[in-house]
Nanobody
Framework: VQLVESGGGLVQAGGSVRLSCAASGRTFSTYTMGWFRQAPGKEREFVAAIRWSGGSTYADSVKGRFTISRENAKNTMNLQMSSLKPEDTAVYYC??????????????????WGQGTQVTVSS
């Protein structure tokens, strides 16, 4: 499975950015997909995840501001980020969990990772 993120960049506080993750693999629709982020000097942290059926979960820090979605027919996953804050600045990674039906926030349980895309929020 290969994952490729796109859509990062520089945005002002209060603005919006949409990240996308393109996945290869014939069974994309059964994967749980997640977004994680890592800021300089900090550990990678969970952002959001979405099950194959569409059920999702979010970190408290982004709840109400970020929306995760997926299009199984197109093998893509998206993260719509709104009301961005400087503390959202990080490299954002998409990840895939091969265990069907699970909805996990633990990075150790994700099997495949993208290369990451930088999101910088200026104040």
């Amino acid at each position: 499975v290969q994952l490729v993120e796109s859509g990062g960049g520089l945005v002002q506080a209060g603005g919006s950015v949409r990240l996308s993750c393109a996945a290869s693999g014939r069974t994309f629709s059964t994967y749980t997909m997640g977004w994680f982020r890592q800021a300089p000097g900090k550990e990678r942290e969970f952002v959001a995840a979405i099950r194959w059926s569409g059920g999702s979960t979010y970190a408290d820090s982004v709840k109400g501001r970020f929306t995760i979605s997926r299009e199984n027919a197109k093998n893509t996953m998206n993260l719509q980020m709104s009301s961005l804050k400087p503390e959202d600045t990080a490299v954002y990674y998409c990840a895939a969990d091969m265990v069907p039906f699970r909805l996990t926030t633990r990075s150790s349980e994700y099997n495949y990772w993208g290369q990451g895309t930088q999101v910088t929020v200026s104040s």
